[in-house]
């Protein structure tokens, strides 16, 4: 299945990379360009570079997903070669799954269509956080698709986890949408966090997550390639929303406590905790550019030049290396998120002293160091 799941990946990138390279040509050619800031939003000087490479990105993920499904809905395993034997014993798994599947699909559409409509004429931003946790709601309350189940026999049933579950969709969606605001950042944050959650789906035997990661990771590859700075397009809410709900199934579906006969082992309750590590820096800035925003008296939902990566690139440093330092500090937390899942209490304990350190450090440095945009 390992093989398959790198098939996966050089699938997605290949539908992905071309697709990219036609859209910058049409969109130049129908003026479908980064829209001028609506009333109270801050943004870079606008710059004559397309903001429709999410349709790229969808349909390097979509595109296979549906034919996938498709296929699998009439497979009959026994009806294949022997060729195929290490694949069959995972036929009936995958078909259990159809249909998460397809409302997945057709969750991914519905906010990919969301997003493309916000990127031409933007939307009023409560209507937009509504139908965002739509996703949330229909997962967790008809998949079972949820955080936090332990606390069930608690609080006399599903209902907290279920509004944990919607609250983090919401989150997750909105960090990924917040967090595209320079070239290329968004994109290799997704790789990242996409990649780290893809080996410990593979570790779980989870093939049906591992395979949607794969598409992830692909199809967002291929696009980071015309994005990286200097980026010949940009992936819009169109890109950044279907990323934000694609991380958010995939953490709560990737998340879980290994258990023994005599009940949990390694990595006990503390394993919930490892789609927070993994998308730590994503959230740092969702938490602290909304902070800022709402402390200045402003909505946090309407943009400005306060995230993260700004903060980090006015002390001084170029928005390429800017990137390439938050691409460093999501890794760093990413890999200490995979290993948390399996940790003894002890080792879990290290390893949150060990990103409680981090943040820290990162929080310490923006407080102490000179804003040098700020003086400008």
Known sequence: ?????LILIALSLFISLPATWIIVKLSHRI????????EGQIKADTRSIPNTGGIAIALGILIPMICALGVFSFLDADALPTILDPIKEHIPGLKSQLPLGWTLIACLLGLHILGLIDDRKPMG?????????IPGVIFAAFFDTRLMTMLDGYVGGPWLSILITILWFGIIINAMNFIDNMDGLSAGIAIIAGALLLVAALLNGQWFVGAILALLIGSTLGFLIFNF?????????GGSLILGLLLAFLTVRTTYMPIDESGPSAGAWYAVLMPVVILAIPLYDFVSVTLIRLSQGKSPFVGDLQHFSHRIRDRGISSRSTILVIYA???ATGISGLLISRAQPWQAIVLGIQIFALISAIALFEYRSPNKGADE
């Open 125 to 133: 931003p409560w209507l937009k956080l509504i139908i965002m946790l």
């Open 329 to 331: 500090l999501t890794l």
């Open 229 to 237: 700075p200097p980026a010949k397009i940009f992936m819009g809410d």
């Open 1 to 5: 299945m390992e093989l398959l799941i």
């Open 31 to 38: 003026g479908a360009l980064d829209s001028a800031p609506i």
